[in-house]
């Protein structure tokens, strides 16, 4: 290949992963669009012409990214929820119904003044404007299970 395709690589995975940060967040493009960019430079120099070996450097340029700067990024809050609250820290908080949710479907809540996909983990369901209690969280999807009081309240009033 030639160095400017690797450019052109690169450059959309880098592109990608500014595009879908908020969605996915654990910078696989990222690295990868690096490594990209790297056997560009490498190629242009012609320090590597051969495309078994270009590709040969492009995953192992990805993989050594991958695993020398995840952990330093996780560190530094990047690979955090939104707003850079540590999702982990969310479990047992309660969060606000944006609308009915039955049970183990998907929708919406609050928490933290963000929006939220979550999952209903009960069998009932939970109605809008009612707080549920965050039970687990799975990448960027909040695990969720009704609070029995504001259940009985939404059902009184």
Known sequence: MFWWHWSILGLSLVGI????????????????????????????LGLIEADWAQWFFFVLFGIISLFALKKPLQGSGLLSGKDGIPVDSMVGEFATVLENLEGQRIGKVELHG?????????????????????????????????????????HVG
């Not at 500014?18 to 242009?44: E, R």
């Not at 549920?132 to 939404?154: F, H, N």
């Open 17 to 44: 992963e500014i595009l879908t940060l908020g969605g996915l967040g654990n910078f696989y493009f990222l690295f990868f669009g690096v490594a990209a960019l790297m056997v560009s430079a490498l190629t242009w």
């Open 114 to 154: 963000s929006s939220w996909t979550a999952r209903n983990a009960g069998t009932s369901t939970i109605e809008k404007g009612s707080q549920a209690k965050v039970i687990r969280v799975e990448g960027l999807t909040l695990w969720i299970q009704a609070d029995p009081i504001t259940q009985e309240e939404s």
